[in-house]
């Protein structure tokens, strides 16, 4: 059931050089977002009282995590390809870019506010 799309095989390779590629450098940017993700929602420091920086945060958090997700599905493929993975691929690809699309949406429209 395998469907060459050359733009998304650009984005999870099949070929080896590839996915040693993108598991080098999902191996360094998943624990990297992650903590950073875990850092600010988890963080002995005090969450900001205005409701911009609130809105701000929150944009940076859901983006965050959006990295983290990325490349923790970036390195299963790198590890593994499996089926189930490669059928969602492309519903999983367009969700992405929709919430990725929707946070620099959202970001543009509270730094109108400031």
Known sequence: MSQNDPQL???FPRDLFGRLALGLVSLLLAPLSGM????LVFGPGAKPLAW????ALL???EFLLGLFLFFSVGLLWAIAAPRWLERWKRPTVVKLAFG???V???SVI???FV
């Open 9 to 11: 095989d650009g984005l």
């Open 36 to 39: 950073i993700l875990l850092s």
């Open 52 to 55: 911009h920086d609130r809105i």
């Open 59 to 61: 944009l940076l958090e």
């Open 100 to 102: 990725f699309l929707a």
């Open 104 to 106: 620099v949406l959202a």
């Open 110 to 112: 509270t730094l109108s």
